[in-house]
């Protein structure tokens, strides 16, 4: 199973950007798809983004789309996600997934970070 730590969340304000990273640790990150998905208090967990360990994607939720950009580092076994033009409504914990297909859907990925907290107030 891969280890995966986010790191970067925080306060922002609406319109701000924030760089959300995924390290992994114990596997070699370029050999699987990775992911990020969000949960927001009282909703259930949704699809923001993945990218494949080929040259298939990147995928976006259509709510982030032309905003976020997900991107690898394999040298540095590091995916990252790139947050633009933030809105409140873009306020929940991140999660970083590792799986063996970029998609949308969280059965597709066996191995998940422990989350971290983006804000973005109004």
């Known amino acids: 199973q891969v280890q995966l730590v986010e790191s970067g969340g925080g306060l922002v304000q609406a319109g701000g950007s924030l760089r959300l990273s995924c390290a992994s640790s114990?596997?070699?990150?370029?050999?699987?798809?990775a992911g990020w998905f969000r949960q927001a208090p009282g909703k259930q967990r949704e699809f923001v983004a993945a990218?494949?360990?080929?040259?298939?994607?990147?995928y976006y939720a259509d709510s982030v789309k032309g905003r976020f950009t997900i991107s690898r580092d394999n040298a540095k076994n590091t995916v990252y996600l790139q947050m633009n033009s933030l809105k409140p409504e873009d306020t929940a914990v991140y999660f970083c997934?590792?799986?063996?297909?970029?998609?949308?859907?969280?059965?597709?990925?066996?191995?998940w970070g422990q989350g971290t907290q983006v804000t973005v107030s109004s």
């Open positions: 997934a590792a799986g063996h297909i970029a998609s949308g859907y969280e059965g597709d990925f066996g191995s």
């Open positions: 114990g596997h070699i990150f370029s050999n699987y798809a």
């Open positions: 990218i494949s360990w080929s040259t298939d994607g990147p």
